[in-house]
């Protein structure tokens, strides 16, 4: 997830500091990924250093407000432009757990699996429990919540189908019963 792309969008509406940026990610995002402050500012100092937001000043409460500038804007149509690539994907924590526990005798896959698929079932049912009570009080700026919701449920469901063939793959490695 690109977070200085993310600012970058978000600043092109109206100039903004850290915290409201931040805030604004969150509330478009259904707070799916929650984002650090201090990254936040990471991130501010890196764009105004590559010269893409500019520093105007501070707000009455002292906040360093931040804008886009032309070329800020100019890198945040490109982002918007360009297809997300997946010729490098990124790296799956559970997909790399159960190749490793594959070669190690002393793990059991089995187990491992069948509390992995616990705990993804349980969050598939939160997030479609949250994405119901969204769609149960549908507001038009509710559609970017429900789309990344859609994308966890989907993303979700996914990694329980991969671990059913998982699953089924080890009861193969076992041989007939």
Same mark, same amino acid.
């Given at each position: 997830?690109? %977070?200085?792309?993310? *600012?970058?969008?978000?600043?092109?509406?109206?100039?903004?500091?850290?915290?409201?940026?931040?805030?604004?990610? #969150?509330?478009?995002?259904? /707070?799916?990924?929650?984002?650090?402050?201090?990254?936040?500012?990471?991130?501010?100092?890196?764009?105004?250093?590559?010269?893409?937001?500019?520093? $105007?000043?501070?707000?009455?409460?002292?906040?360093?407000?931040?804008?886009?500038?032309d070329a800020g804007r100019a890198e945040a149509r490109e982002w918007f432009a360009a297809?997300? /690539?997946?010729?490098?994907?990124?790296? $799956?924590?559970?997909?790399?757990? *159960?190749?490793?526990?594959?070669? !190690?005798?002393?793990?059991?896959?089995?187990?491992? %699996?069948?509390?992995?698929?616990?705990?993804? %079932?349980?969050?598939?049912?939160?997030?479609?429990?949250?994405?119901? #009570?969204?769609?149960?009080?549908?507001?038009?700026?509710?559609?970017?919540?429900l789309l990344v919701l859609d994308s966890l449920?989907?993303?979700? #469901?996914?990694?329980?189908?991969? *671990?059913? !063939?998982?699953?089924?793959?080890?009861?193969?490695?076992?041989?007939?019963?």
């Amino acid at each position: 997830m690109s %977070i200085r792309h993310s *600012l970058l969008a978000l600043l092109q509406e109206r100039p903004r500091y850290g915290y409201q940026l931040r805030t604004e990610f #969150e509330d478009r995002t259904g /707070s799916s990924w929650p984002l650090n402050i201090g990254q936040v500012y990471t991130t501010l100092d890196r764009l105004e250093r590559d010269g893409l937001v500019e520093r $105007n000043g501070a707000d009455a409460e002292g906040h360093i407000v931040y804008s886009v500038t032309d070329a800020g804007r100019a890198e945040a149509r490109e982002w918007f432009a360009a297809p997300v /690539s997946r010729t490098s994907p990124p790296r $799956n924590e559970l997909a790399i757990k *159960l190749a490793l526990a594959l070669t !190690l005798p002393a793990v059991d896959v089995g187990a491992l %699996i069948q509390a992995q698929r616990a705990v993804s %079932i349980r969050t598939l049912q939160e997030y479609t429990r949250t994405r119901r #009570e969204a769609v149960a009080h549908l507001r038009a700026a509710d559609t970017a919540r429900l789309l990344v919701l859609d994308s966890l449920i989907f993303q979700t #469901e996914a990694e329980v189908r991969w *671990l059913d !063939l998982c699953e089924a793959r080890l009861m193969q490695l076992a041989g007939p019963a």
